[in-house]
């Protein structure tokens, strides 16, 4: 049967907002049709930008680079999981979280849905800081099951796979990282600086970088349309030679008949400005 395809990629301009302090997008035309002929542009960025692929070498010096990534690696059996009824602002999510929503198959691609890509830039309820700085993530429990289940990479819908405040980001946003801080020791009876200690800095990266299992982050598109559920999902990056990350689209692919009812469902939900479903 023939496939068609679900794009899972956020819009990509200059109010794209970078990981926290990574270069934005700038975009400046050096050619025009008038008196050049065609229009041509120059783009500066840097790779942590709009749905991107953070390779091994972002975080392992020895790790392979974006270029290294073969086909069969990035497309593959995918389970895409909804956490977004059962995690807020600053919350840690656990596997077995994932597990009781959908089917993990050892050398799945792994798709968290935290709802957080309703807070980016191009949805109608966009907030940079809930979509940078409070989204919910994992604890070193997570990492470790990641390893044992044979995962082959991770993608989340929001600016980093790591829990906010176990980046740098808790050290640059004070007023959040107080606000982290109160939400821990009433839910989690423990602080900041305790439950992400030293040991588990940026574990998502430190920790499974090393183990080939990277992560793609910011996707986002049409992901409200195939919530708990598997499906083939590839991601594609420029074949970067020594590019610590990359840039890319990440889509799923369904059968005619599947689309046909998915563009059922589409129909009845509202749309962004570019034209994607949310719900």
Same mark, same amino acid.
């Given at each position: ?7 899972l ?5 200059i ?6 302090t990574?270069?934005p997008l700038? =975009?400046k035309y ?6 050049n002929?065609?229009n041509?542009?120059l ?14 070498? /972002? ?9 290294s990534l073969?086909?069969?690696f990035? =497309?593959g059996p ?7 009824d059962?995690?807020?602002d600053?919350?840690i999510?656990?596997?077995q979280?994932?597990?009781e929503r ?8 792994l798709?968290?849905h ?20 409070? /989204?919910p ?13 044979g995962?082959k990479w ?8 790591? /829990?906010?405040?176990?980046t ?24 900041l600086?305790d ?13 499974l970088?090393?183990e080939h299992?990277i ?10 349309l195939l ?13 970067f030679?020594?590019g ?6 990440? =889509?799923?692919f369904?059968d005619?008949a599947?689309?046909?009812?998915l ?5 009845a ?10 719900n």
């Amino acid at each position: 049967p023939s496939m068609k395809i679900i794009d899972l990629t956020i819009p990509l301009g200059i109010g794209t907002p970078a990981w926290p302090t990574y270069e934005p997008l700038q =975009v400046k035309y050096f050619k025009r049709l008038a008196p050049n002929g065609a229009n041509g542009q120059l783009l500066t960025h840097s790779n942590h930008l709009g749905t991107h692929l953070d390779g091994e070498i /972002h975080f392992h010096t020895a790790g392979k680079d974006i270029a290294s990534l073969d086909m069969d690696f990035l =497309v593959g059996p995918a389970a895409i999981v909804d956490l977004s009824d059962i995690c807020g602002d600053y919350d840690i999510y656990t596997s077995q979280m994932i597990e009781e929503r959908v089917e993990v198959r050892a050398g799945d691609i792994l798709l968290i849905h935290t709802g957080y890509h309703h807070f980016g830039w191009d949805q109608p309820y966009a907030d940079e800081i809930r979509y940078m700085v409070k /989204h919910p993530g994992p604890d070193r429990e997570f990492s470790e099951w990641a390893v044992k289940k044979g995962i082959k990479w991770i993608a989340v819908d929001c600016g980093s796979a790591d /829990h906010p405040m176990n980046t740098i980001v808790r050290q640059w946003m004070p007023r959040q990282a107080k606000e982290a801080e109160a939400h821990f020791v009433k839910k989690y009876g423990t602080t900041l600086a305790d439950r992400f200690d030293d040991s588990k800095y940026q574990l998502m990266h430190f920790d499974l970088f090393p183990e080939h299992i990277i992560h793609a982050e910011c996707i986002g598109g049409e992901i409200d349309l195939l919530l708990n559920r598997r499906v083939t999902v590839g991601f594609f990056p420029w074949r970067f030679v020594d590019g610590e990350s990359s840039i890319g689209r990440c =889509v799923a692919f369904v059968d005619d008949a599947e689309y046909e009812e998915l563009m059922a469902k589409k129909a009845a939900l509202k749309l962004t400005k570019f034209g994607d479903a949310y719900n």
